[in-house]
Nanobody
Framework: QVQLVESGGGLVQAGGSLRLSCVAS??????????MGWYRQAPGKLRELVAG???????NYADSVKGRFTIFRDNAKNTLYLQMNSLQPEDTAVYYC?????WGQGTQVTVSS
């Protein structure tokens, strides 16, 4: 079982930026995940996919974050990132790192207007 630990959340004003990190307990490169990505869940709402990679595929993004968020990974650091720019209050949520059936504990992102 791979452990995923997120960090980088916080409080930011609208228009600001944050970078989330997800460190895996084992080498991401050596694990044949079918999918890796970021989800988020706002209060009272279902968890939704924000951005992710399928194995050998390019990144996919939710329409609501296209052009503002970028997902990328550093295999040498066993880390998956989510760069979030031009943040808006509707981006407020708990953000979760996911790799197939493995989930992190979540990190809170709050965007003030």
């Amino acid at each position: 079982q791979v452990q995923l630990v997120e960090s980088g959340g916080g409080l930011v004003q609208a228009g600001g930026s944050l970078r989330l990190s997800c460190v895996a307990s084992r080498s991401i490169f050596s694990i044949n995940f079918n999918f890796m990505g970021w989800y988020r869940q706002a209060p009272g709402k279902l968890r939704e996919l924000v951005a992710g990679f399928r194995r050998f595929g390019t990144a996919n993004y939710a329409d609501s974050v296209k052009g503002r968020f970028t997902i990328f990974r550093d295999n040498a650091k066993n880390t998956l990132y989510l760069q979030m720019n031009s943040l808006q209050p509707e981006d407020t949520a708990v953000y979760y790192c996911n790799a197939d059936t493995c989930w992190g504990q979540g990190t809170q992102v709050t965007v003030s207007s």
